[in-house]
């Protein structure tokens, strides 16, 4: 075969085959979530320990076991972190939410609430507080909690509010005012847990328990009736 007839077959073959695509640059898909999800763990370390303003790249890294420029790949700076971070805890507070699917049970309900609040030294509760004093000087972060928590808020309030339906929760106030009393609560118990943890030992989380599932559930005065039992037909002796 002549050099000419070669130069076209070449022509020929690359007009058929099409081009090879370009490699991506970066790490694959997996690996880029699992690494991004352990930084955002480091991050709310970092924030609970140092506070919002405390925060920084650098921290972030050490407490990864990172470099600066490997933090930096996902998270271009602070901002971008910290939001990362709120997101991840709204998340969390939005499964145990679906985790209760219809159902709304009160002494469920504050047993599951009272036992999530206070798990992992209430780490998520602590990183809320810093969250929300950095938030009074971050328009972004101000906007994605009162975003994610108003939707947390109102599906929150759409269980307890089906709860009344049911008669396992009290209607003599309205869901959204019983959603923010829990809230509420829920807050307080968190907050206090790192502080005195020694008050929620000797059977006081079971009393909080029970205390808030009875605020939760219908009055006495409220509750069905239960029907009474007729008295069976006493025979005399014989």
Known sequence: MTK??????????????????????GRPVGDREARSGELVAAARAVIAQEGYSGATLRKVAEQAGATTGAVSYYFE????????VAESLFDEFDAWLRAHGEACDPRSLCDSLLSWTTRGGSEAWLVCLQLLVGARGDAALAAVIARRNASFMANLTKLLRQGQQDGLIRNDFPADVLADQLSAMADGWALTYPLEPERFGHGRMRHLADS??????????????KPRRRPGRRHPPG
């Open 212 to 225: 808030a599932a009875a605020m939760l559930a219908p009055p006495a005065a409220l509750r069905p009736a």
């Open 77 to 84: 700076n602070k901002e971008a972190f910290v939001l990362a």
């Open 4 to 25: 000419e007839a070669n130069i076209v077959n070449s022509a020929s073959q690359a007009a058929v085959e099409p081009p090879a695509a370009p490699r991506k640059r």
